[in-house]
């Protein structure tokens, strides 16, 4: 029990952060946390040390996600409005983000669920196209036509014209 939490505080706020970037919404990103290691805690017996556990969790993490994004799916017009800019912005401890980073991580929260996904996966955990296909359910073309769609809106809504 004491190496587990050992575990969940050595890594809790990397899984947070992918989860926070993947599903756009604090609360809910703290309840998947939660439903991670809950999740990682039963598979654990399982755990073939193939790879680094580190890596193991966040990929789990990463597919309770997916799981509860791809139940949502229809929800999409909630969160996708700009008014809800207003209602995703987070500070570090110090307080001291940068302004362009704020408005990066607000605009990605903001942006459609799968459209975040793919956004998420692609451009900063540095997923093939493939990859999310198949862990979204999509076809290939369409996690690309998603990365494009994710890339305008959030050129859009940050007010830049150009990459």
Same mark, same amino acid.
């Given at each position: 029990m004491r190496a587990f939490e050992s575990l969940y505080r050595k890594h809790s706020r990397r899984?947070?952060?992918v989860l926070w970037r #993947?599903? $756009?919404?604090? *609360?809910r990103a703290e309840d998947l946390v939660q439903e991670a290691f809950v999740r *990682? /805690?039963?598979a654990l017996p399982g755990f073939r040390f193939e790879s680094a556990f580190s890596t193991w969790l966040h990929r789990l993490a990463v597919n309770t996600a997916l799981m509860e994004i791809r139940s949502r799916s229809g929800g999409e017009a909630l969160e996708? &409005? &700009? *008014?809800? #800019?207003?209602?995703?912005?987070?500070m570090d401890s110090a307080g001291q983000r940068t302004a362009l980073g704020l408005d990066l991580e607000r605009a990605i929260?903001?942006?459609p669920p799968r459209a975040r996904a793919v956004l998420v996966l692609h451009d900063i955990e $540095? /997923?093939?196209h493939e990859e999310i296909a198949a862990e979204l359910g999509m076809a290939v073309g369409s996690s690309k036509a998603q990365l494009h769609r994710a890339r305008n809106l959030l050129r859009t809504r #940050? $007010?830049?014209d150009h990459e």
């Open positions: 899984v947070y952060a #993947l599903c $756009g919404h604090e *609360a *990682a /805690w039963q996708t &409005d &700009d *008014a809800a #800019l207003e209602f995703h912005a987070t929260a903001t942006l $540095g /997923w093939k #940050l $007010g830049e």
